[in-house]
């Protein structure tokens, strides 16, 4: 079956500008995360959706990056104002339903802000 | 101290050999543990899990975890050129997020 996909594969703005990026999970996985990978740096847990719960926020950098998940299934990730800083390769990744712990990646926007 | 540790490398080995990729982590709470192949400039492809102690084999993968020590690892037996990749270590508790180490770059000479 079709795997998480995210879109744009890549992404050039300039500073200050505002991004959206899309991850649409597997079908019928419940959960939905939220990384961020920097060169040099591990993946960096970001914001965490299950199912129609409270999404987890813990991991958001600062309030520039904000997170929805609608109809349970897809979600956007946006980030205003960007700093040179924000630049890094942002991935998506799903779970199915509760009580599996296996998370599975989409392919990663490469965000690079001038 | 970080929770979870990985030697970044890079190991280069000769294609045969076996290899062993490590990590420590420090949360006792943690109850499952990951491990994810990247290639370059693609997303994290999940290997193997386990869920508490342990050993889990598919096919030339073999992972380990001792909680005892809070120590996990990763063997490949017969190395492959297409086993060049990064290695992820992760681990999670009830709350659902995964917590990565930094990634083990292997590299396998044909």
């Known amino acids: 079956g079709a795997g998480v996909s995210q879109s744009p594969s890549n992404k050039v703005t300039e500073k200050g500008k505002d991004v959206e990026l899309r991850c649409d999970p597997i079908s019928g996985h419940t959960a939905l995360y939220w990384y961020r990978q920097s060169l040099g740096q591990g993946l960096e847990f970001l914001i965490y959706f299950q199912g129609n719960s409270a999404p987890d926020k813990s991991g958001l950098p600062s309030d520039r990056f904000s997170a929805e998940r609608t109809g349970g299934s897809v979600s956007t990730l946006t980030i205003q104002r960007t700093q040179q800083e924000d630049s890094a390769v942002y991935l998506c990744?799903?779970?199915?339903?509760?009580?599996?712990?296996?998370?599975?990646f989409g392919p990663g926007t490469r965000l690079t802000v001038t | 101290q970080k929770e979870v540790e990985q030697d970044p490398g890079p190991l280069s080995v000769p294609e045969g050999a076996i290899v062993s990729l490590n990590c420590t982590y420090s949360?006792?709470?943690?109850?499952?543990f990951m491990w994810y192949r990247q290639y370059s400039r693609k997303g994290p492809e999940l290997l193997m899990y386990?869920?508490?102690?342990g050993n889990k084999e598919d096919g030339r993968f073999t992972a380990q975890v001792d909680k005892s020590s809070k120590y996990i690892s990763l063997f490949i037996r017969d190395s492959q050129p297409s086993d060049s990749a990064t290695y992820l270590c992760?681990?999670?508790?009830?709350?659902?997020?995964?917590?990565f180490g930094k990634g083990t770059k292997l590299s396998v000479k044909p």
């Open positions: 949360n006792s709470a943690f109850q499952y």
């Open positions: 386990t869920y508490s102690s």
């Open positions: 990744a799903s779970s199915p339903p509760k009580g599996s712990y296996e998370q599975y």
């Open positions: 992760a681990s999670g508790g009830s709350q659902g997020n995964l917590i």
